[in-house]
């Protein structure tokens, strides 16, 4: 599982399409040693990350629900 490991992420992505949990990538962002232009920048790029991922996360749920509801084959 990639929770902390941003290089396992990274392979999981590339696999799998599997992105990271906001939390988490604020976790490997936190144990990174950044110099300060560094970590304003990924803090910058990870908020539009956390943007997008709840964008997703609204587009899925009815998505799921409607999957969740139909019979299966």
Known sequence: ??????QTAL??????????????LRDMILR?????QQALDL?????????????LQVLAKPLLEDLAQAERK
């Open 1 to 6: 599982m990639y929770h902390y490991d941003p």
């Open 43 to 55: 803090n910058r790029r990870f908020q539009s990350y956390l943007q997008a991922f709840g964008e």
């Open 11 to 24: 392979e999981e992505l590339q696999e799998d399409a599997i992105l990271p949990h906001p939390v988490h």
């Open 32 to 36: 990174a040693k950044l110099n300060p």
